[in-house]
């Protein structure tokens, strides 16, 4: 077993250094917008006005789609299993 300690300790050491990696990737922070420009643009693309609640709806709607295709996905919460 003495053998192989310097062998374990790498392995242990590279995974923890790939875990790391990965969580930095994973926690890259989004680009940030404007939310007045973004709702006028959908409008427009839709041939729409901006009615009240139209800019915060489509807030919600670009959120989400940040949150789902960020990488890794939506992290925390995802799913919970009551058993």
């Known amino acids: 077993m003495a053998q192989h300690q310097g062998k374990i300790a790498a392995a242990v050491a590279?995974?923890?250094l790939l875990l790391y990696?990965?969580?930095?990737?994973?926690?890259s922070e989004p680009e940030s917008?404007?939310?007045v420009d973004v709702a006028k643009e959908q409008a427009a693309?839709?041939?729409e006005k901006l009615v009240v609640g139209?800019?915060?709806t489509t807030t919600l709607i670009k959120v989400t789609e940040t949150l789902l295709d960020k990488p890794g996905g939506y992290l925390s919460n995802d799913v919970y299993f009551f058993a």
Do not use: D, I
Request: charged share 5%; aromatic share 26%.
């Open 21 to 27: 990696v990965l969580a930095v990737y994973w926690s």
């Open 33 to 35: 917008f404007n939310v």
């Open 54 to 56: 139209y800019t915060t």
């Open 45 to 47: 693309a839709k041939g």
């Open 14 to 16: 590279a995974f923890a």
